[in-house]
């Protein structure tokens, strides 16, 4: 029997989208913690994937690099670093939350009802979507991240128990 190559745990998917993001803004370990204000120290422990996820530090990271806090989780979760990397400037993880925060407040309970052929369906579509229209498309983004981000922000829960 032949052993599968082992996944590489949380930590070492943060820390590499973490280093990734780092790069691409040329910024420097003791920039990126001064602007998070923490230590150095507890920066390079961030950065390298030790402890526990700390959602607090990937969004204060987010703010400090101008990178999509949602995509650097998402990146976590689908074991993808370079994920955090695609979405860091276009922010599209952050996009697709608030869009969803919306479509949640708009339908409510009647999400229940929606059966999941008709999601992938209608999910689907969208990215395809994106596919086809990437080149057309360009909308007043900025202002409508801000509000959006600021929507999302007051709804997160704070940091600590």
């Given at each position: 029997?032949?052993?599968?190559p082992?996944?590489?745990?949380?930590?070492?998917?943060?820390?590499?989208?973490?280093?990734?993001?780092?790069?691409?803004?040329?910024?420097?370990?003791?920039?990126?913690?001064?602007?998070?204000?923490?230590?150095?120290?507890?920066?390079?422990?961030?950065?390298?994937?030790?402890?526990?996820?700390?959602?607090?530090?990937?969004?204060?990271?987010?703010?400090?690099?101008?990178?999509?806090?949602?995509?650097?989780?998402?990146?976590?979760?689908?074991?993808?670093?370079?994920?955090?990397?695609?979405?860091?400037?276009?922010?599209?993880?952050?996009?697709?939350?608030?869009?969803?925060?919306?479509?949640?407040?708009?339908?409510?309970?009647?999400?229940r009802?929606?059966?999941?052929?008709?999601?992938?369906?209608?999910?689907?579509?969208?990215?395809?979507?994106?596919?086809s229209?990437?080149?057309?498309?360009?909308?007043?983004?900025?202002?409508?991240?801000?509000?959006?981000?600021?929507?999302?922000?007051?709804?997160?829960?704070?940091?600590?128990?």
């Amino acid at each position: 029997m032949s052993e599968s190559p082992q996944q590489p745990h949380d930590g070492q998917i943060l820390a590499e989208a973490l280093k990734r993001i780092r790069r691409l803004r040329d910024l420097s370990a003791p920039q990126v913690s001064e602007r998070m204000h923490i230590s150095l120290r507890t920066y390079q422990d961030f950065e390298a994937g030790r402890g526990r996820l700390n959602e607090d530090y990937v969004h204060r990271f987010a703010r400090a690099t101008d990178s999509d806090p949602h995509a650097i989780l998402h990146a976590v979760k689908i074991g993808s670093p370079q994920l955090a990397v695609w979405c860091a400037d276009n922010k599209f993880l952050t996009v697709f939350e608030i869009e969803l925060q919306r479509f949640g407040d708009r339908m409510g309970e009647r999400i229940r009802s929606l059966e999941p052929r008709e999601l992938i369906l209608a999910i689907s579509a969208m990215f395809h979507g994106l596919e086809s229209e990437s080149r057309d498309r360009e909308v007043d983004s900025r202002t409508w991240l801000e509000t959006g981000q600021a929507d999302l922000n007051r709804r997160r829960p704070k940091p600590g128990r």
